[in-house]
């Protein structure tokens, strides 16, 4: 198809079906045009704030766990609620540095293990000002709780050298009620390492939902209450209800969990909508009464057949008719006299024609 062909021209040379496909298209493309240019939608938005990071005191020092350790954990307590965007972790940049794997658990109810697997990361690796870190994200981000304990379990191993394992920066000799522990899986299981936190940061994300006011229905026919369009936004839950003292919608919007009002937002609305009566149909014209119908004469088999009533000048025209189709008066001796020279005529020749034979 010429690309400067217009859409008509287009559905022009398609067949019958496709044609009915073509022009279904083009009317929902239309009507969401229509949509969407009387009510868009209100996307919610995210403000990253700071979550959980490792504390400043306590000694620096480094942990490069034994190769024969099958995996580490870094014990920590989430201090707020939100929804965990990534947590970064402080790896030593001597090279290689990239280990193998890690995950978050939560250790609700378990005493002496990292718990139950929340969620694996996804794991990437950024130098920064000298210093270099892991990235771990998490996808679908995952909501985290005040007060519960978490564990994020490391595989050192390298990608690169499986038999060595990766180096971490650590505050260690922190105090025994610290919310911070490092532990490690022996063949025995699992067992405390030392009072101590890896160099980390975690990003908490919070989604805040964007309410907008309702519309009112246009172009309503008489005699029907308009209704109320509400908008459309991520994250809310708009209902109405109409007030006929008030006559007006009233709206309300519920911001749905997993997002946040920003104590900005208008949670409630009055549409004014009221019924717009008809205008009254005028009085019809009177129609003049029929013509009453002639009666029907009886006919000599019992049946009657209407006649038309016939007007003076249909009658005189009638007559006139009638006597043009019949010899006048005068014309009757006329006729006759002829009539008579004839046979008198006819009478001499035979006469004559009889003496001439004697």
């Not at 005191?57 to 929804?83: C, M, R, V, Y």
Request: proline share 10%; with cysteine; net charge negative.
């Amino acid at each position: 198809m010429n690309s400067n062909s217009s859409p008509v021209q287009a559905a022009r040379t398609l067949p019958p079906r496709s044609f009915v496909a073509f022009a279904a298209i083009l009317l929902l493309a239309a009507l969401l045009t229509a949509f969407t240019s009387v009510h868009s939608a209100h996307a919610a938005y995210e403000s990253d704030r700071p979550g959980v990071s490792s504390p400043t005191g306590g000694s620096n020092a480094s942990w490069k766990p034994a190769p024969e350790l099958p995996l580490i954990a870094q014990f920590f307590t989430q201090d707020t609620d939100g929804s965990l965007s990534e947590i970064r972790l402080q790896v030593n940049d001597s090279l290689p540095y990239e280990f193998t794997s890690a995950a978050l658990h939560d250790r609700t109810g378990v005493a002496d293990a990292p718990g139950n697997l929340v969620a694996e990361a996804t794991l990437d690796f950024e130098t920064e000002g000298g210093e270099t870190w892991a990235v771990l994200t998490f996808a679908p981000r995952l909501a985290v709780t005040a007060g519960t304990e978490y564990a994020i379990v490391i595989d050192p191993h390298l990608v690169s050298d499986p038999g060595n394992t990766v180096s971490f920066p650590i505050r260690g000799f922190l105090p025994s009620n610290s919310p911070f522990e490092a532990w490690h899986e022996r063949p025995a299981g699992w067992s405390f390492f030392s009072s101590a936190a890896i160099v980390m940061t975690s990003t908490l994300v919070d989604t805040y939902a964007e309410t907008a006011a309702p519309a009112l229905e246009q172009n309503v026919p008489c005699g029907v209450l308009p209704g109320v369009i509400p908008a459309v936004s991520e994250g809310v839950l708009y209902a109405s209800t109409y007030d006929d003292v008030a006559k007006a919608w009233n709206v309300t919007a519920e911001i749905q969990p997993g997002f946040l009002d920003d104590g900005a937002q208008t949670l409630s609305w009055s549409v004014l909508a009221e019924v717009v009566p008809c205008a009254p149909n005028p009085d019809p014209e009177p129609k003049p009464d029929p013509e009453p119908k002639p009666e029907v004469a009886p006919q000599p088999d019992g049946t009657g057949t209407a006649q038309k009533p016939v007007t003076q000048q249909q009658a005189t025209a009638q007559l006139a008719k009638t006597g043009a189709d019949r010899p006048s008066a005068g014309a009757l001796p006329l006729a006759a006299g002829l009539g008579l020279i004839t046979l008198a005529a006819a009478a001499f020749g035979l006469r004559k024609l009889t003496r001439a034979s004697a």
